[in-house]
């Protein structure tokens, strides 16, 4: 079978996902079609969401489609995902009988699992969403897991659609900035990796700002980011220092995630987190900028990550990223199964 999964942005040309972006874009303006007729996409939650779920869902019905949601909070048998185990704990069901069963009935499956924070080295093998993948016959689609590929498509649609707009040129060689914001609990660096990974991918020179040297994200996707921004003629800034950071930036997207070295240890981390509230996004570090558009992935916490002055501003494009998500993801399912 001639199968191609959406796991992670790395896997697939910057010209595929243009072309993806470009049929997005083209969906905004005619929304409902008939390219997923009979077809039927299950979704599969392990963590909360309102977005995907709802764009996800939205986006198969505009196209003829039908979603099935399912969680295991929500009536399904909690599932294995380890090869070889004795079941004998929680889990009635395993991923192979999941995943072979729901490619019976289902054309594609989306998958959200967050990880487990307590072992990075565990946490980033993306056992649940690899797993499918294995032992799917339909194309599997990354819902957020230790990265949110959909998110990174709905943003660069939004960045292009804005810079486009406003005479401002394409993405290639806009400074983009990556900001590590504070917030009271320790979150997923999913989203963080990929804003570093697409921002590189899309020919724009990165900048990572976050306080300690204990925040900088994992090398995988550090590594990645440096391949893709070498091979467009860049490289990837990694900073501690607010005022270097802003200065002359073209995009400023804005997450808190917890620091990889206390995964499972968050006690010490939460000492160091709340030293640095003075990193929210607000309107003295924008005046740094060159006028720079400005994004979260949401949810956010207001005045906590990002000021309302800045989140309410005209530079702030995070409604049509969140927006873009159900567009992008239209084209997404078209592109693995229309
Ligand atoms: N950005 C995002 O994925 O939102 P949800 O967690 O609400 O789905």
């Known amino acids: 079978m001639d199968m191609k999964h959406f796991l992670n942005t790395a896997d697939w040309s ?31 939650f392990l963590n909360n969401s309102l977005r995907t779920r709802t764009s996800f869902d939205v986006g198969a019905q505009e196209l003829g489609g039908h979603a099935v949601v399912l969680s295991p909070s929500g009536g399904m048998w909690p599932l294995e995902f380890e090869d070889g185990v004795v079941m004998d704990g929680d889990a009635e069901e395993h991923v192979k009988e999941a995943a072979k069963v729901l490619s019976r009935y289902c054309d594609m499956i989306g998958i959200r699992a967050f990880p487990k924070f307590l072992d990075w080295q565990e946490d980033r093998k993306d056992k649940i969403l690899n797993a499918f993948a294995k032992y799917a016959d339909v194309p599997v689609i990354n819902m957020e897991t230790i990265t949110h590929p959909c998110q990174e498509m709905a943003h660069v ?31 997923n660096t999913a989203v963080a990796n990929s804003a570093l990974m697409i921002a590189a991918k899309f020919g724009m020179k990165p900048t990572l700002l976050c306080p300690t040297e204990d925040f900088v994200l994992d090398d995988r996707y550090v590594e990645q980011a440096c391949k893709d921004a070498g091979a467009n003629g860049h490289g990837v800034t990694i900073t501690h220092e607010i005022k270097e950071a802003y200065e002359d930036a073209d995009v400023v997207y804005a997450k808190s995630w917890g620091a990889i070295p206390f995964f499972g240890n968050w006690e010490p981390e939460k000492g160091i987190r709340d030293r ?15 006028d720079a558009l400005v994004s979260h992935c949401l949810p956010m916490r207001r005045n906590v990550k990002m000021t309302d002055a800045v989140f309410d501003s005209p530079n702030c494009i995070a409604y049509d990223e969140a927006e873009n998500r159900l567009h992008v993801q239209k084209a997404i399912m078209k592109a693995l199964v229309g």
Not at 15 to 36: E, N, P
Not at 159 to 177: C, I, N, P, T, Y
Not at 282 to 290: G, S, V, Y
Request: zero cysteines; aromatic letters at 10%.
């Open 14 to 44: 910057r010209d595929a996902l243009q072309a993806m972006i470009d049929d997005a874009r083209a969906m905004k303006s005619a929304r409902f079609g008939d390219d997923l007729k009979n077809k039927t996409v299950a979704l599969l």
């Open 157 to 187: 649609m939004a960045l292009q659609e804005h810079f486009e707009k406003a005479g401002r040129g394409g993405l290639d060689g806009k400074k983009f900035v990556l900001t590590w914001t504070y917030h009271p609990k320790p979150l």
């Open 276 to 290: 640095f509230k003075n990193f929210i996004v607000d309107e003295n570090k924008m005046a740094l900028t060159n």
